[in-house]
């Protein structure tokens, strides 16, 4: 699956990605709205982590759905 998928169906991806990252909390996944950005810095905040070690996160969930 590509991230424009993802992107255009947010609303939908939310509760999996709430699942995947319990730390981040509703409101954060809100600002996502979609922007893989946005996701991976807030995956950073919260769990301490480097952008690239973010960004492989995203990827092998991406790949799970």
Known sequence: M??????????????NARTQWGKL????LDQVEGNREVL???IQER???????????IDAWLARH
Do not use: L, M
């Open 2 to 15: 590509n991230w424009d998928r993802v992107e255009g169906n947010w609303k939908q991806f939310k509760g």
């Open 25 to 28: 909390t509703d409101d954060e």
């Open 40 to 42: 991976a810095g807030k």
């Open 47 to 57: 769990y301490g982590i480097a952008k690239d070690e973010a960004e492989k996160e």
